[in-house]
């Protein structure tokens, strides 16, 4: 009966999004305000009834009812709590159902936090995410149903793909979901200000809390997701230029670019058309991702589905909305007026430098992602693309931008001073400079570039605290000035430096890693010794254990560095009971210098007791991950600050003067 009310739940959900879509949208057209306050309660029922819907196939997953299909292909009972839950977005249906729910969320967020918006904009805004919970319902219904019942029920599930059966694969679908559906919210601002003609400060300022939230959610859920891939997999790498990871970098590349185009537009009233058109472009890359992963396009670790009918209904909805979006654009973009101006030299300029290089990066990414796809459907040649033509175009993009990132706060709008910003810079140009002197000294064999690349990410950071340091005229002032000053700065001041000195942090593991990397591939029996970054290995043999839903054979590998003992390290390899997938589970030694990290592979049939290990030693790797997480930080500090999270600042109160007396 729960899940019939869930499918119940889900069919009316369908219907007031029907409602939201309609009544608000005329309303906003004919100026009724009755029709346009339709909008805000249907939005927060619509939520409701997505939650009711995901909480019942929870429910189903919870307590293993295999009569229903989507249960029996994606569950076992042997399975732990935790990814029994998980399960629920472990598959392409309850996945979709999850996307919805986050969809239905933003909007009715919207509905709640957006009471001071325009009301024809704000009609408009839940109008259009209407719409396209509309699109995502009816997909879900006609061809992804998370409720279909198999009679009879079966007695067993097929279980989940063991290499889902993890902790971060639990969490990181929510948030990366959380980042391609938040844009939304930017699409649907940015087709209601076309649809209104009223394209100003003001807009930028209501969409950029939202496109931050999104931009915060994808950022974690991209992080999380390579450690997955690092720690799982046991590839010993982070990053692979998967297709699939390029689709949800790709909505991460446009959606930096946007935040920072807002800006422009909220200061100066500039860059109108293009942060209009980097909104709709930016959701149309997360709808493109959903295609990528679930049309049978593409095979990877990260694809969820491989039905074509399903591809074809998503290329539908894309060509719906973002060909409609675009065809609007195009309409109104002449009637949209330009801003103000500024010189190349100035705070606007650097921002647009950095839209230029994020933008162009993020092209390089798509052609290289769907040009193997476009090939092999027009002339059936099959080719890939790998790592050596992402690093070659993507990675000097890159160069410039870093090297601009610590000037741009310290530059002024309208018109900017490059050589007062330069000496503003002095002392995070010798700390780089030590730093690259310093590394150079450390690995003086090679290869030559990277400590450069390391530097580039020590100057982020030391500029991003040159930043704090300049605003808050420290060494130039007195210090209690200087502490007034820094009690003083808005928090988003604080988040800017904060997510810029995460980006140099995640180039100074990225570089590290890649540049200076150890690997060992070579067959180890009991009281064999291996040597690899200055530790020593000694591998005491493998033996069989049992976990909940499992087998595996665990290697223990003792590790001693100049002779005394530092840690033992038990990689294995796993069998899973359902589906019987074999998996590996790397053993890893986290240092201040890097990673130690162990793969346990096959027995080897003619070495008694031998088995196939592979060794790396990743140095500075950590770096990545916290790096990310420092961004996110970074972002949740700006969102605190109350310009941010509440979009429009309150009319503020006129004073009467008394009366003069006569």
């Known amino acids: 009966m729960i899940i019939e009310i869930g499918h119940f739940a889900l069919v009316l959900a369908l219907a007031v999004a029907v409602l939201q879509t309609v009544l608000p949208a005329w309303g906003a057209h004919v100026r009724d305000s009755r029709l346009m306050a339709v909008g805000s309660p249907a939005a927060v029922m619509q939520v409701v009834l997505v939650a009711g819907a995901f909480a019942a196939l929870t429910y189903a997953y919870v307590v293993s009812d295999f009569s229903v299909a989507n249960v029996y292909l994606n569950s076992h009972s042997a399975k732990p709590l935790l990814y029994r839950i998980s399960g629920v977005w472990g598959n392409h249906e309850g996945s979709m159902l999850l996307w919805v729910l986050m969809l239905t969320a933003f909007g009715a967020a919207v509905a709640v936090f957006g009471q001071r918006l325009p009301q024809t904009l704000r009609a408009n805004v839940l109008a259009v995410q209407g719409s396209v919970a509309v699109a995502f319902m009816l997909f879900i219904l006609l061809t992804s149903n998370p409720f279909t019942r198999l009679a009879p029920a079966p007695a067993e599930g097929l279980g989940l793909n063991p290499i889902l059966q993890d902790p971060a694969l639990a969490f990181h679908p929510p948030f990366l979901y959380a980042g391609y559906v938040g844009f939304s919210i930017a699409f649907a601002f940015a087709v209601a200000a076309l649809i209104e003609g009223r394209v100003d400060a003001a807009w930028a300022r209501w969409v950029r809390p939202w496109t931050l939230a999104a931009w915060m959610m994808l950022t974690l859920g991209i992080s999380m997701g390579s450690w997955w891939a690092y720690y799982e997999l046991g590839w010993g790498g982070w990053w692979f230029w998967d297709p699939v990871e390029n689709a949800s970098f790709m909505p991460w590349l446009a959606g930096t670019a946007l935040l920072h185009s807002a800006v422009v537009m909220e200061k100066r009233e500039a860059l109108k058309i293009w942060t209009i058109l980097l909104a709709i472009l930016t959701f149309s890359l997360s709808l493109m991702g959903t295609f990528l992963v679930r049309s049978g396009v593409l095979t990877s670790v990260h694809a969820f589905a491989v039905d074509p009918a399903r591809g074809v209904f998503i290329l539908g909805i894309l060509v719906l909305f973002i060909g409609g979006a675009l065809a609007l654009f195009a309409l109104r973009v002449g009637e949209l007026r330009q801003g103000g101006l500024f010189a190349p030299i100035s705070r606007e300029g650097s921002l647009v430098l950095n839209n230029l290089l994020l933008t162009t990066a993020c092209a390089t990414v798509f052609v290289g992602t769907l040009y193997p796809l476009a090939l092999e459907a027009i002339t059936g040649d099959k080719i890939s693309v790998g790592p050596p033509y992402f690093n070659m175009t993507f990675g000097p993009l890159m160069v410039p931008l870093l090297i601009a990132l610590p000037f741009g706060p310290l530059l002024a709008w309208k018109r900017g001073d490059l050589l007062a910003a330069a000496q ?239």
């Open 424 to 662: 503003r810079l002095w002392l995070a140009a010798l700390i780089t400079l030590v730093a690259t002197v310093a590394v150079y000294a450390a690995v003086y064999r090679g290869p030559w570039l990277a400590p450069l690349g390391i530097a580039l990410g020590v100057w982020v950071m030391a500029g991003s605290l040159a930043e704090l340091a300049s605003r808050i005229k420290l060494g130039q002032a007195p210090l209690l000035e200087s502490w007034r000053r820094f009690k003083g700065l808005p928090r988003s001041a604080f988040g800017t430096a904060v997510a810029h000195f995460g980006v140099g942090m995640m180039v100074v593991g990225v570089i590290g890693t890649s540049a200076y990397q150890s690997e060992r591939i070579l067959v180890m029996k009991p009281g064999d010794q291996a040597e690899i970054a200055g530790y020593t290995l000694t591998f005491k043999g493998a033996a069989p254990q049992r976990g909940p839903n499992y087998r595996e054979e665990v290697g223990v590998f003792e590790v001693a560095r100049n002779g005394e003992p530092v840690t033992t390290l038990t990689p294995s390899k796993r069998l899973y009971d359902a589906p019987p997938q074999p998996t590996s589970e790397a053993g890893i030694y986290v240092s201040w210098r890097g990673d130690l990290y162990a793969v346990l592979g096959d027995a080897q049939p003619n070495t008694p007791g031998g088995f196939a290990v592979w060794l790396y030693f990743n140095p500075l790797v950590r770096l990545i991950w916290l790096g990310a997480v420092v961004m996110f930080l970074g972002g949740l500090l700006s969102l605190s600050d109350r310009r941010l999270r509440v979009g429009v600042p309150r009319k503020a109160q006129v004073r009467t003067s008394p009366m003069p007396a006569e």
